[in-house]
C-alpha cells in the first residue's frame, strides 16, 4: 500500500513538472497586470496538469487493456495444453 501511495506521489510530481517548464513564471507584486499574468499562469498551469492527467489514464487503460490480453492469451495456450485423462477407476 505504501509503494502505491509512493508510485502515485511520484507520478504526480512527474506530471506537474513539465507543467511548471510549459508555462511562463509567476508575476511579482499587488499589480493588476500581475495579478492577471498570475490569473494566466494558473490556468496555463491546470490546463497543462489536466492534460498530463488525461494522458496518464490512457496509459493506464492501455495497461489495463495489454493485461487482459496477456490473460487471455496464457489462458487460451493453457486451453490448448492435451492432458492426458485420468484412468477411469
Given at each position: 500500500?505504501?509503494?502505491r501511495v509512493t508510485i502515485a506521489?511520484?507520478?504526480?510530481?512527474c506530471a506537474i513538472v513539465p507543467a511548471l517548464a510549459a508555462c511562463p513564471p509567476p508575476a511579482?507584486?499587488?499589480?493588476?497586470a500581475a495579478i492577471a499574468?498570475?490569473?494566466?499562469?494558473?490556468?496555463?498551469?491546470?490546463?497543462?496538469?489536466?492534460?498530463?492527467?488525461?494522458?496518464?489514464?490512457?496509459?493506464?487503460q492501455i495497461n489495463s487493456l495489454?493485461?487482459?490480453i496477456q490473460q487471455m492469451q496464457i489462458q487460451r495456450r493453457f486451453d490448448a495444453l492435451d492432458f492426458p485423462k485420468p484412468p477411469a477407476p
Open positions: 500500500m505504501i509503494k506521489i511520484l507520478l504526480g510530481a511579482a507584486g499587488e499589480t493588476a499574468a498570475n490569473q494566466q499562469r494558473l490556468v496555463c498551469l491546470q490546463q497543462e496538469i489536466s492534460r498530463k492527467s488525461e494522458q496518464y489514464q490512457f496509459n493506464v495489454d493485461q487482459t
